[in-house]
């Protein structure tokens, strides 16, 4: 069951039984287990779960971008209905990685090198990938994607430290845009800023999805946030994919457990409902309980939730994680 339809029978990207786990001093971190995801060409899916889910593991997973202590990492990965797995290391750098999938980081200055500007930072992947023929071509482009995030012209022969927090952003946002890739991830990509820079960012990126029709995978713990850009909804909790569902359906009445509870302990602006806590905490991912993960934490559990669930399909376009839609 796909978390969202696709076009033409064929997804932007798509992974099939997803695993990454790591290697660490005390165990095996089980960090993404068996996740199933379609997402829609020109959609954005919001990736939704508290830290430490597996929400940063899972993007990292999909753009290789692993660590040496990696435990076990397989499954499916296709873009564009062609599997990447199979690739070597050096055939994913050279013709997937920025080309066709690219990353925006949690924290933007973390990825922007301190003595470079940011014109040449940002054209480094089209000389990499020799997608500019000269560098009138490059710095082209550079001011094309400039444009779009909304960063003046005259900030091309800036050093990153004299960005802002929210230009540092913007300037991430443009370098994972400028070799045109077909989908995109942005990890945490507003969590570092102010609420005003925050809805300034959302604003750009709702612009460039409206324009350049490219495919987001929003990864984010703030719901308030992803309602402004979602078009479907993906709820992982302790390695798994628990919930997915388009925005409008889940939003109106999430189905799992933890999907509830996560939306109960946000603040409403038209209600006088105070937020609820969740209860106790997400278990330790070195050794997952078996059975239902949430179970430990679930208002509803009973005797089945010691038994881990398949997913269920309860309404089209929705598939839960929980026994409590067996059919």
Request: aromatic share 6%; hydrophobic share 40%; with cysteine.
């Amino acid at each position: 069951m796909a978390i969202n339809g696709t076009q033409n029978g064929v997804p932007a990207l798509e992974t099939r039984g997803l695993h990454l786990h790591f290697k660490t001093s005390k165990g095996v971190i089980h960090a993404v287990d068996n996740v199933d995801l379609k997402l829609e060409k020109g959609r954005t899916t919001v990736i939704l779960g508290e830290s430490g889910c597996g929400k940063s593991s899972l993007a990292r997973a999909i753009l290789r971008l692993l660590p040496n202590n990696v435990a076990r990492y397989d499954g499916q990965v296709l873009l564009g209905g062609n599997e990447l797995m199979q690739l070597s290391d050096e055939q994913y750098r050279t013709t997937v990685r920025w080309t066709k999938a690219s990353l925006v980081p949690q924290a933007a200055m973390n990825s922007l090198n301190p003595v470079m500007k940011i014109a040449a930072q940002i054209a480094e992947p089209l000389y990499v990938h020799k997608i500019a023929r000269s560098r009138r071509d490059a710095m082209r482009r550079v001011r094309e994607v400039l444009k779009l995030v909304g960063i003046p012209e005259d900030f091309l022969g800036r050093y990153p430290f004299e960005f802002s927090g929210g230009m540092q952003q913007r300037a991430a946002i443009a370098m994972a845009l400028v070799a045109g890739p077909e989908v995109v991830i942005l990890d945490e990509p507003t969590s570092a800023l102010d609420l005003l820079t925050q809805a300034n960012i959302m604003n750009t990126l709702k612009q460039i999805k409206w324009e350049l029709g490219i495919t987001f995978i929003l990864i984010t713990h703030d719901i308030s946030t992803s309602s402004e850009l979602a078009d479907d909804i993906g709820i992982m909790y302790a390695a798994w994919l628990v919930e997915r569902a388009r925005a409008d359906d889940f939003f109106a009445d999430p189905l799992h457990p933890y999907s509830r509870m996560l939306l109960d302990s946000v603040p409403r602006l038209h209600e006088v409902k105070e937020p609820e806590a969740i209860p106790g905490a997400p278990p330790d991912l070195l050794h997952p309980p078996g059975g239902c993960r949430f179970a430990p934490r679930c208002p509803r559990r009973f005797e089945k939730c010691g038994v881990e669930p398949p997913l269920f399909e309860p309404r089209p376009g929705t598939g839960v994680k929980c026994w409590l839609y067996e059919p």
